[in-house]
């Protein structure tokens, strides 16, 4: 199934770049601008974690910038986002200021959580962003329950919930495959397999590492899907969604990724060489491939050029304001916690 504009029929046909002819340039354009911040901002983020500006876990979303992208670009007004703790770049996929989403990571009052959510614990509505989740696998059945409510309302919305390959083999998640399966929710299962649960390997951690194939015995269909490649994400995510969307069940969709950095700032990530990764990152880097594909719609250098300047501007001014922000009033401490119910 060919990804279409509203109101124009498939043709399914490619066009000489490589994606759908109905993928035009300017839609490109803002792929690679969206994957551009999302990388730029997260290589920020590491540089003030080494600062000391930002404390606790962080864990960064580089070389998977494509699947937040894509995926984000085929949603509609009132679908959700649930994820879990790899969740910068699904917050700036989905809309929320950079500077907010910087003064959270660095726990300042002005953060989209307040400072009190930090890197794993981010929220906002108003982009249907339903929060980043430290707990391993919590955040499917979470998505799940978020399906519930749209199929209770018949509102016709999708919740995107992701999860990665070591999350996949969490108990709850497949308690989560029988009940969507079973009442026909509309929710899209979204596995981020960068092929390493921390630092273990899939062939090491998983009976069975086609992980599209897991939601067979529940009837739920799937497919892999290239995760380094935002137009080919884009497409089954359109294919997904339809089929969630007009009342068919959940999908899943077996994104294969590869994260550059350590699980998270404190991991070396000792367990794979370094020609494994630089051979990733020569071959397979999703913005690089981008890029190909727009110098074949076209696109000069100079346009490329123009975007470049306008992140970087946009991620150093999210870093100063971070940096520059207040801390949090202690008497904040515990609002948003308790809720007081009427006498």
Request: charged share 25%.
């Amino acid at each position: 199934m060919a990804r279409t504009r509203k109101g124009e029929a498939s043709t399914g046909k490619a066009n000489d770049t490589g994606v759908n002819a109905f993928v035009g340039k300017d839609e490109l354009l803002k792929f690679y601008r969206d994957m551009l911040l999302i990388r730029r901002f997260e290589e920020r983020a590491g540089q003030l974690y080494g600062m000391g500006l930002i404390g606790g876990f962080c864990h960064l979303y580089i070389g998977q910038e494509a699947i937040a992208v894509g995926m984000q670009s085929i949603k509609v007004k009132g679908d959700q986002i649930i994820t879990g703790y790899r969740d910068h770049g699904h917050m700036l996929a989905a809309g929320m200021d950079p500077k907010e989403v910087m003064a959270e990571l660095t726990g300042r009052a002005t953060g989209s959580s307040h400072g009190k959510g930090g890197s794993m614990h981010m929220f906002d509505i108003e982009t249907g962003f339903y929060g980043g989740h430290g707990i391993v696998g919590a955040q499917v059945s979470l998505g799940t329950g978020l399906a519930l409510n749209n199929h209770y309302r018949g509102n016709g919305n999708v919740s995107f919930a992701y999860f990665g390959d070591g999350a996949a083999n969490q108990g709850q998640v497949y308690e989560s495959f029988n009940m969507a399966q079973l009442w026909k929710l509309p929710v899209v299962y979204v596995i981020e397999n960068n092929q390493y649960a921390m630092g273990t390997s899939v062939e090491r951690s998983a009976s069975e590492t086609a992980f599209h194939k897991r939601g067979v015995s529940f009837r739920i269909p799937g497919e892999q899907v290239d995760g380094m490649d935002v137009a080919a994400v884009a497409e089954a995510g359109a294919r997904a969604a339809e089929h969630a969307r007009s009342g068919q069940g959940p999908y899943i969709l077996e994104m294969k990724t590869y994260r550059y950095r350590g699980h998270s700032m404190s991991d070396p990530a000792k367990y794979r060489t370094k020609e494994e990764v630089d051979e990733v990152k020569s071959t397979r880097d999703p913005i690089e491939h981008l890029r190909e594909k727009l110098d074949a719609a076209g696109v000069t250098e100079e346009q490329l050029k123009v975007v470049d300047a306008d992140v970087k501007r946009i991620v150093a001014e999210a870093a100063e304001f971070a940096r520059t922000s207040p801390e949090p009033d202690p008497s904040e401490l515990y609002t948003d916690v308790y809720l007081e119910a009427a006498q």
